[in-house]
């Protein structure tokens, strides 16, 4: 069975060999199956429901949008996943699909799992329209401005619009959608402004480097869970 490899990623440390024990893997983690048999770019989510170490891994049974079950007993899978900082990759082979008492599958407990440490710095493209908030302007003032780049430290915001000083501190607030089931995350940061520069080629956008303040662990979380799959090939989660 060949075994993939995590997409590569700017600002991620070398690949290396992973224990399972060493992932730290804690029931309804999130996991991304992708059949042997399936159309390129096609995967599926689904949760950890149990396992039994050296045996099997129980995951529940993923559905397409179709509500069809997309896996069969024998199937080649690749799972990937994030836990923690590490960016996780193996091969499995569904073993047994069971529907009752509610449907679950059984996939062959891993051999040989891959994985990438990613640095916290870690940034990504995205396109994502924001509101900006500056005390300057008054407390019910929101400016529009479009996030062009993204970390869990800060974003890049481009904007025709003044939104501030160097050293002023406002407030950043957008969405952003992640899998499973198109869980919303409305996320509202403090933040400096580090760096201004201009376009010159595109109409006079203004290009704002804003540094988050004291984000909270949970979004913290959920947002480097975005950006890992911004960077990890998965489809771009846009603002809606």
């Given at each position: ?82 836990s923690g900082r590490i960016a996780y990759v193996f091969a499995s082979e ?138 990890s090939g998965l489809p771009l989660l846009f603002a809606r």
């Open positions: 069975m060949t075994e993939p490899e995590p997409s590569p990623a700017a600002g991620a440390h070398s690949l290396r060999t992973y224990r399972f024990d060493e992932l730290r893997l804690q029931i309804d983690h999130r996991l991304q199956i992708e059949p042997a048999s399936a159309r390129a770019g096609e995967y599926f989510y689904t949760k950890l429901i149990g396992y039994l170490k050296g045996s099997s891994l129980i995951i529940r049974l993923p559905t397409s949008w179709k509500g069809t079950v997309p896996l069969g007993e024998g199937d080649t899978v690749t799972v990937r996943g994030f569904v073993l047994k699909i069971r529907y009752a008492p509610y449907p679950y599958c059984h996939l062959r407990f891993p051999q040989l799992i891959q994985g990438k440490e990613i640095r916290k710095a870690v940034r990504v493209s995205v396109n994502i329209p924001a509101r900006v908030t500056n005390l300057r302007n008054g407390p019910d003032i929101g400016l529009e401005a479009t996030i062009s780049n993204l970390s869990v430290q800060g974003v890049q915001l481009d904007s025709t619009l003044p939104l501030g000083e160097l050293g002023d501190t406002i407030t950043v607030a957008f969405r952003f959608w992640i899998q499973p089931n198109d869980y919303e995350v409305n996320f509202n940061a403090a933040g400096v402004i580090q760096n201004i520069h201009q376009d010159e080629e595109a109409n006079g956008i203004l290009h704002y480097g804003i540094r988050f303040q004291n984000v909270r662990t949970t979004e913290s979380l959920l947002l480097q869970h975005f950006i890992y799959e911004n960077m």
